[in-house]
Nanobody, 126 residues
């Protein structure tokens, strides 16, 4: 059974940090582009960051502004998002996603990611 499970969310004050993890099972992360998305209440889901199958981070949303780092461990089927200097506007449910393949071009097109986690809530207070 294919499954993506996010963890590491929580409540922090502005300026704080969180590290999100995404554990995959039932399939391999190898050879796939991975990504983090988020969705705030009343807003559409938006891409946060993607990472190539070889571990090179690509395509960060403008709002990241150098505050977030995406990484992966293919051997352990893990994806990470280190979030620093969090702002109240970062409050959202964060989702990890795996594409069907490497996807030669970085993209946040949700239709190209065929496996999704259930999300982990991040709440940042001012």
């Amino acid at each position: 059974q294919v499954q993506l499970v996010e963890s590491g969310g929580g409540s922090v004050q502005a300026g704080g940090s969180l590290r999100l993890s995404c554990a995959g099972s039932g399939f391999s992360y190898s050879g796939r582009r991975l990504a983090w998305f988020r969705q705030a209440p009343g807003k559409e889901r938006e891409g946060v960051a993607t990472i190539r199958d070889d571990g090179v981070p690509e395509l960060f949303a403008k709002f990241v502004e150098g505050r977030f780092t995406i990484s992966r461990d293919n051997d352990k089927n893990l994806l990470f998002l280190q979030m620093n200097n969090l702002k109240p506007e970062d409050t959202a449910t964060y989702y990890c996603a795996a594409a069907s393949g490497a996807l030669p071009r970085a993209t946040f097109a949700p239709g190209l990611y065929n496996y999704w986690g259930q999300g982990t809530q991040v709440t940042v207070s001012s």
